[in-house]
């Protein structure tokens, strides 16, 4: 069982940058692939980025060169900086956790707003 907490969402300005952090609960941290996924109002929920327990990352198109996922094993820690943000990354920001080896992802937080102004 994980149970993930996100934070760091706010308001800002486009151009601007924001850190996510995603707090996971349990002692296997460092065996889950985990994931940011967002979703907008009226959208579906998309696939924003993930660091898997080898530390190996993928991004969404929309968001490569300007986001960046990092993880903390010994904090059970999962972070998502964003650079050069837009009014089109606006969003609530999920963080989940995947048993590595999978592309489940079994477990999900609360979600975190970012709202990006122009």
Known sequence: ???????????????????????????????YDMGWFRQAPGKEREFVARINWNRSRTYADSVKGRFTISRDNAKNMVYLQMNSLKPEDTAVYYCAAAPKYTSSYDYWGQGTQVTVSS
């Open 1 to 31: 069982q994980v149970q993930l907490v996100e934070s760091g969402g706010g308001l800002v300005q486009a151009g601007g940058s924001l850190r996510l952090s995603c707090a996971a609960s349990g002692r296997t941290f460092s065996r």
